[in-house]
C-alpha cells in the first residue's frame, strides 16, 4: 500500500461550473452560511436588529431605503399602500396611496429642490414623490411637464432622469439644469438656452424591448431595456448622443443594478453581468453558481455593495426572496446565505441592512444568529477519484486547527467513501495553534467531505486541512 495526502490548501468559495471531479479543493459544489475572506473556513456571522420597533402595516415590505440627511441617516420603508420615515425613534407615515398600487415597485433618487435634500420616490404607477425630511408630497407638475408615472430614476449630471412611464415605455426624460430659477422639478423647454432645458427622447422603437432600469456612472447614463442596453453620452441636450451598447446579457433587474467605481454589476437569470464602461457581458465566473440560479429566480431581486462585496437577493422556491448571493470582488468568491427572508437589502458606511421576515431592519454581519434563527452552516467537498479511479482509497486520518468560540462547539464531518458514510463529531479547542486527528474508517474509490455546525454553533477551521490515506489496486 501507498500513502497519500489530500490537502485542502485554503477555502475560497462554490464553484459549480464544472464536474465536481475536476474542481480545486478549495471550491466546494454547495456550501452555505460559511465565511471564507482569509482563506479558513468559519460560521458566517448573522444579523442584530438595528431598528427595535418593527416596520408598520400588515403589508409586505416593498423596499427599504437610507436618506441622507444633514441632521443623519433616516431610513425610509414601504410597506402595503403607504411609506414611512423612521424619525424620532419612531416608525411614521410620510406619504399613503389612496388607491392600490399593484405592482409595488420602488424606485429612488437623492437630489436637491430649492436648496434641501430630497429623497424622490417612483413607483410607476403613481406621479413621482418628494420628501424632504419633514413632508412627502407629489413632484412636479403638468405644467413643467414632469407629472409622469415615471417608475425608474437617476441623476446624472446634476439632472433628474427618469423613464418607465406605461403611456411612452421607451422614452427618457429629462429635467432642466438647476439654477437661474430652474428646477429638476421642471422638464420643459427653455427658449432662451436650450442647454439648460429639460426634454425626452426615445429610446428604441419597439414596444417589446421597454426600459426597465436606468443608472448613472460619472460619464455616462446606462438605459437598461428589457433586450438590449443603451447608454447617453454628453452634458447638455445639444450634444446628447443615445447608442447601443455592444453585449448581449439577460434581462437586468433595476434593483439590482449596482454601482463600484466605473462598473455596473448586476444579476441576471444568467448569472453575474458586468458593464465595464463599454460593453455589457457575463462575468467570467458567472457559472460558478449556475446551480444555485437554475432553481432559483432573481425576477425581484435586490442588490448592494459593502466593503468590496455584492449581495444580491434570490428566490428559492417561490415567494420572497429568501437567499443571498455573496460575490467577494476581490477574491472572485462566490458564497450563498440561507435561513432568512429579505425583503430588501441597502448598504452605507461598510454596513448591509436587511428588512427580515420579522419586519425589522438588521445590520448583516453581526452576532451568533439571524435575528433569532439558528444559522446551519455547511461546506461541500467535491467528490473526487483524484483522476485514479482504480485505485481503493482506505482512510487513515484527518488533520486539522481551528478553535470555536464556546468550549462545546463541534465542528460536524461527515466523510463519504465509496457507498460509504460515517459522521464524526469534533470538538475544537480555542487554541488554533493546536493539530487535532481524527481517526476515519471505510474505504473505495471515490471520497467527499460535509462539513457543517452542531445545533447554530459557530467555529473555524484554519486553511491547511489535510487528509491522509493508503491506496491499493486490486491484484485479481
Known amino acids: 500500500m501507498a500513502r497519500a495526502i489530500y490537502r485542502i490548501n485554503e477555502f475560497i468559495g462554490i464553484d459549480q461550473s464544472r464536474d465536481e471531479n475536476a474542481l480545486k479543493s478549495a471550491m466546494s459544489p454547495d456550501a452555505c452560511n460559511m465565511d471564507t475572506a482569509d482563506g479558513n473556513l468559519s460560521v458566517c456571522r448573522g444579523c442584530v436588529r438595528h431598528i427595535e420597533a418593527p416596520i408598520p402595516s400588515t403589508g409586505d415590505i416593498h423596499a427599504i431605503r437610507i436618506f441622507s440627511t444633514p441632521d443623519g441617516e433616516m431610513f425610509i ?7 414611512y420615515a423612521y424619525k424620532n ?37 403613481r406621479q413621482l414623490i418628494k420628501f424632504d425630511g419633514d413632508e412627502a408630497k407629489p413632484f412636479g407638475s403638468a ?133 465595464n464602461g463599454v460593453n455589457a457581458q457575463l462575468m467570467g465566473d458567472a457559472r460558478r453558481i449556475q446551480n444555485a440560479l437554475m432553481s432559483a429566480s432573481t425576477a425581484a431581486s435586490r442588490g448592494a455593495i459593502c466593503r468590496d462585496k455584492l449581495y444580491f437577493t434570490i428566490s428559492e422556491g417561490g415567494g420572497h426572496a429568501n437567499a443571498v448571493i455573496e460575490y467577494d470582488i476581490m477574491r472572485a468568491a462566490y458564497m450563498i446565505r440561507r435561513g432568512f427572508r429579505a425583503y430588501d437589502i441597502c448598504s452605507s458606511g461598510g454596513t448591509l441592512y436587511i428588512a427580515n421576515e420579522n419586519r425589522r431592519i438588521c445590520r448583516m454581519d ?75 474508517k471505510n474505504e473505495g474509490r471515490t471520497f467527499s467531505m460535509r462539513i457543517y455546525n452542531e445545533a447554530g454553533g459557530r467555529f473555524a477551521l484554519k486553511s491547511g486541512m489535510e487528509l491522509e490515506f493508503e491506496t491499493r489496486r486490486r491484484t485479481e
Not at 77 to 83: D, H, L
Not at 415 to 426: E, V
Open 77 to 83: 420603508a414601504a410597506a402595503g399602500e403607504s411609506i
Open 89 to 125: 425613534g419612531a416608525w411614521q407615515e410620510i406619504y399613503a396611496f389612496t388607491t392600490p398600487i399593484e405592482k409595488h415597485r420602488f424606485d429612488f433618487a437623492q437630489a436637491q429642490i430649492n436648496s434641501k435634500d430630497n429623497l424622490i420616490i417612483a413607483t410607476g404607477e
Open 143 to 275: 405644467e413643467g411637464v414632469s407629472d409622469k408615472k415615471a417608475g425608474y430614476l437617476a441623476m446624472y449630471r446634476s439632472r433628474l432622469f427618469a423613464a418607465g412611464d406605461p403611456e411612452n415605455p421607451n422614452r427618457l426624460y429629462w429635467s432642466q439644469l438647476p439654477g437661474g430659477g430652474r428646477s429638476i422639478e421642471n422638464w420643459g423647454s427653455v427658449e432662451a438656452s436650450p442647454n439648460v432645458e429639460g426634454g425626452h427622447t426615445e429610446v428604441g422603437s419597439m414596444k417589446s424591448d421597454p426600459i426597465v432600469g436606468l443608472s448613472a456612472l460619472s460619464n455616462q447614463l446606462i438605459i437598461f431595456k428589457r433586450d438590449s442596453i443603451y447608454r447617453l453620452l454628453g452634458d447638455k441636450p445639444g450634444n446628447f448622443i443615445v447608442e447601443e451598447v455592444e453585449g448581449r446579457t439577460e434581462t437586468a433587474v433595476y434593483s439590482a443594478i449596482v454601482k463600484r467605481a466605473g462598473s455596473l454589476f448586476f444579476l441576471t437569470q444568467g448569472g453575474l453581468c458586468i458593464f
Open 366 to 440: 453581526e452576532g451568533e444568529t439571524y435575528d433569532g434563527a439558528e444559522i446551519n452552516a455547511y461546506w461541500n467537498t467535491p467528490v473526487c477519484d483524484l483522476y485514479d479511479k482504480g485505485s481503493i482509497k482506505s482512510m487513515k486520518r484527518l488533520y486539522l486547527r481551528g478553535s470555536s468560540d464556546a468550549r462545546d462547539s463541534a465542528a460536524l464531518i461527515d466523510m463519504h467513501i465509496g457507498q460509504n458514510a460515517a459522521a464524526y463529531r469534533t470538538l475544537l479547542p480555542k487554541d488554533e495553534r493546536t493539530v487535532l486527528e481524527v481517526p476515519l
